[in-house]
């Protein structure tokens, strides 16, 4: 019965009563629970929920010690929840998600390469590349995507509580998610196989060397590789600064950066055995046609993936999505309320000023309300009963 | 009074409790910095996939690709290609016998001719590649079975190949180390092809094919060298080591006549070396340079290819193709 109410207040509650609603909620109702409090007696109930807050203040530091996020005032939990917590779940998803598909896509094009190899497991990949590809090569974009990734700004974030729905219904990473991760993944890595394949099957080079030889094909497979997944993560940011440009455009200078020292002539010469690859790199990419089919490649393997994403933005889009078609109109009805909030004179908001003290087993501040020391005097003769609203 | 101190932007509570934290003088003021990295708002473009910006993109997309496309049809459609299936398993072929009869065993090669009539001639440098289908140059066993060491002229590693290259590292027979040990070139091509033009009056002339300038440079210069000693003779260079298994000649006796083209540095053994992606492949075998004056390099006529059979290849498939009549010089 207590599921069907908005809220249900418990008072007079020891402790361990507070923890055991908390275990109670989460047991039956399975749900992600959250619990705020401020002071010691609040610990056990912080510690049972998933996810515990302290709030540092009058009660002490117990409560702030033992809990998982620890802030000074109770109004700060919406932003926690609204802000960061949406925020949080979207860029996990989307690290996830696109780790999967990175992954995916690269080691299934040796699965294809095996129908062609004699079933040999011979790598499709230049040892080196496999190596640093997790590493250097594709990490530090999706890095940055989880730590800095933004779809709705802060206050448009706080304006539309209906955005936090999809972190609770867990829309954004699911089995049906992964599972387009993979197809998503195994289509590139088609794509990424088998246009090198097309393109090496009956080629001649510029000078009329015949570049079918394995290692300009694991040239350009591991070029395409790394462009599509780079660019993939650029078209998968909403929120495109400065430093992920930066990684995007880093990583890619890294793979060449390395890939050319690899191959070059004197590496070769210190470690004849362990990088065989001389010449590799300086060889294919000559070639302008070899780049052609590298450009072919990413092409293909990107732009169906950004024509589904937009027809489903726009035939079926989420509460994220209208927000972001019209943020600017959303801006700016902001900005307006803001401006009015500001020209009106500065109020004393009521609201703001009760404050979580309610739960107590010292008589606290609460003299200071019942007293009515807290609350503006009106002018009127009801001075004295101001005192007795109640405190919340 | 607690109304005024109560202000809403601090965050460590009002300042009249503050006794209980110790700080009578200054309090640490924990608040984070109001920096734009980590209060979360760099300045950043947020791009949306509106129709608006989807559609133009793609359209503009296929306006710059779609006449590169009709360029690269119309040149790829300029290059003349010839391909001549000498594997002569039919019955009718002039190869079979070749085929039929021939173990890596025989001592005298077999020599197969077959005749093709060029209608339109070949202008400017001609390629000629040799193909095989089904060889499997890319299984991992295969690829692995080289030491680069040793064909880096290394020369601690010509005495003793590393261990990659087993079974073809030591010779059964005089426990010799291989050189150049490995099953890669113990596979190594050697079909020899030659290509005669029939007169229209009836002699036939050998045309010259270019042996040199088929490999990669950095092949040929920095990968593969010959082991450095102070005796110059190659012969002298390579004693202690054996042939492989299956070659007819040692490695220091590929090209006898040219010190640049032999040993490891031979180019039809580096451009063997040079493992294919696929089973089907074509290397490039010969470089038929164009003429100084305006004849074309290969006119229209009636040829003849002379096949050597030196290695029999099961179930493989060998065609010499002659390509590429290069549309831009």
């Known amino acids: 019965m207590a599921c069907e109410c908005e809220a249900v207040i418990c008072c007079r509650v020891t402790p361990k009563q507070k923890a055991n609603v908390v275990s109670l909620v989460k047991k039956y109702k399975k749900a992600v629970t959250l619990s705020i409090g401020d002071g010691a007696n609040d610990v056990n109930m912080i510690k049972t929920a998933d996810i515990g807050v302290g709030i540092s203040g009058q009660e002490g530091m117990q409560a702030v010690m033992s809990s998982d996020y620890a802030f000074a005032q109770f109004r700060y939990l919406q932003r926690l929840l609204l802000v960061h917590g949406r925020w949080s779940y979207i860029r996990m998803c989307k690290f996830l998600r696109f780790f999967f598909f990175k992954n995916f896509a690269f080691t299934l094009v040796h699965f294809w390469y095996s129908f062609f190899s004699g079933y040999s497991s011979q790598v499709a990949y230049e040892d080196w590349f496999i190596t640093l590809y997790n590493l250097a090569y594709s990490s530090l974009p999706v890095l940055l995507v989880g730590l800095l990734d933004q779809d709705l700004n802060d206050r448009l974030s706080l304006k539309f509580p209906k955005l936090y729905l999809p972190g609770q219904q867990g829309t954004l990473f699911n089995y049906k998610n992964f599972f387009i991760s993979l197809f998503h993944g195994i289509f590139v890595s088609l794509v990424i196989f088998f246009i090198p394949y097309g393109a090496f099957l009956q080629t001649m080079g510029q000078d009329g060397e015949a570049p079918s030889d394995y290692q300009s094909f694991v040239v350009v497979t591991a070029s395409s590789l790394v462009f599509t997944v780079n660019l993939q993560i650029s078209l998968d940011t909403s929120y495109w600064t400065f430093v992920s440009c930066f990684a995007v455009l880093g990583s890619i200078a890294i793979y060449f950066g390395i890939m050319f020292d690899i191959h070059s002539a004197g590496i070769h010469v210190i470690f004849p055995s362990v990088f065989t690859f001389t010449g590799a790199a300086s060889n294919a990419l000559r070639q302008p046609y070899l780049w052609l089919t590298i450009i072919l490649t990413v092409g293909l393997s990107l732009l169906p993936v950004v024509c589904i994403q937009f027809l489903h933005k726009t035939i079926w889009p989420s509460v994220g999505d209208k927000v972001q078609r019209n943020r600017r109109k959303y801006e700016m009805q902001l900005e307006e309320e803001e401006k009015k909030k500001k020209t009106s004179g500065f109020q004393r908001n009521r609201a703001s000023r009760r404050s979580a003290y309610a739960f107590s087993h010292t008589p606290g501040y609460a003299n200071l309300i019942s007293t009515g020391q807290s609350i503006r005097r009106r002018q009127t003769a009801h001075g004295g009963n101001a005192g007795r609203r109640p405190a919340l | ?329």
């Open chain 2, 1 to 329: 009074m607690m109304a005024s101190s109560y202000n809403a932007k601090e965050e460590d509570g009002p300042h009249s409790g503050s006794s209980t934290h110790g700080g009578t003088g200054v309090a640490k003021n924990k608040k984070p910095d109001n920096t734009a990295f980590k209060q979360q708002r760099l300045p950043a473009w947020q791009p949306i996939l509106t129709a608006g910006t989807v559609l133009p993109a793609f359209f503009v997309i296929g306006l710059i690709f779609i006449p590169i496309g009709i360029g690269l049809y119309v040149t790829s459609n300029n290059i003349k290609e010839f391909e001549i299936d000498y594997t002569g398993l039919e019955l009718g072929s002039p190869c079979h016998d070749c085929s039929k009869n021939f173990t890596w065993n025989s001592t005298t090669p077999c020599v197969c001719a077959l005749n093709f009539t060029l209608e339109q001639p070949f202008e400017s440098n001609v390629y000629m590649y040799y193909g095989l289908s089904n060889f499997y140059q890319n299984h991992r066993r295969y690829v692995k079975s080289r030491d680069d060491r040793q064909l880096n002229g290394d020369p601690t590693s010509l005495m003793s190949p590393s261990k990659e290259c087993e079974p073809y590292r030591t010779s059964a027979e005089t426990k010799e180390p291989i050189a150049p040990c490995g099953a890669i070139a113990n596979s190594l091509f050697n079909d020899t092809l030659e290509l005669y033009y029939i007169e229209p009056n009836g002699t036939t002339t050998a045309i010259p094919l270019a042996k040199k300038g088929i490999a990669w440079w950095t092949d040929k210069h920095v990968k593969f060298r010959n082991p450095v000693n102070d005796k110059e003779n190659l012969t002298e260079l390579f004693k202690g080591t054996a042939k492989p298994v299956n070659w007819r000649k040692p490695v220091y006796e590929l090209d006898p006549s040219d010190p640049e083209n032999n040993g490891f540095i031979n180019e039809d053994f580096i451009v063997w070396m040079r493992t294919a992606a696929l089973p089907t492949f074509r290397k490039l075998y010969r470089i038929i340079h164009k003429k100084p004056s305006t004849t074309s390099t290969l006119p229209s006529g009636r040829y003849t290819l002379k096949v050597t059979y030196s290695i029999l290849y099961n179930s493989v498939k060998a065609h010499a193709v002659k390509g590429q009549d290069k549309a831009f010089i």
